[in-house]
Nanobody
Framework: QVQLVESGGGLVQPGGSLRLSCVGSGFTFSRYAMTWYRQGLGKERELVATISTIRTTNYADSMKGRFTISRDNDKNTVYLQMTNLNPDDTAVYYC?????????WGQGTQVTVSS
């Protein structure tokens, strides 16, 4: 059974930092590109960052310089380090694993940026 389980979300003040984790199981993690998405209330889901199987990374423009995606294949885990958070970053953050036409999703973790 394929599972992606996100953790690390919570309430943080503007300017603060959080590190999200996503642990995968039930599939060969190292063969999949991993992507973080987010969806704010009333907004469409948007891509945050992606990391390929060879650790090539790409970021949405608004996240460049603030967010860092990384992966540890030994732990079947992808991370999203988020810094200098602002209220616009408030959203449910989802991780996704993809290989060609196959895609798996986690259930998401809530990040709220508020004073």
């Amino acid at each position: 059974q394929v599972q992606l389980v996100e953790s690390g979300g919570g309430l943080v003040q503007p300017g603060g930092s959080l590190r999200l984790s996503c642990v995968g199981s039930g599939f060969t993690f190292s063969r999949y590109a991993m992507t973080w998405y987010r969806q704010g209330l009333g907004k469409e889901r948007e891509l945050v960052a992606t990391i390929s199987t060879i650790r090539t990374t790409n970021y949405a423009d608004s996240m460049k310089g603030r967010f860092t995606i990384s992966r540890d294949n030994d732990k079947n885990t992808v991370y999203l380090q988020m810094t200098n958070l602002n209220p616009d970053d408030t959203a449910v953050y989802y991780c996704s694993a993809s290989l060609v036409a196959q895609r798996y999703w986690g259930q998401g973790t809530q990040v709220t940026v508020s004073s």
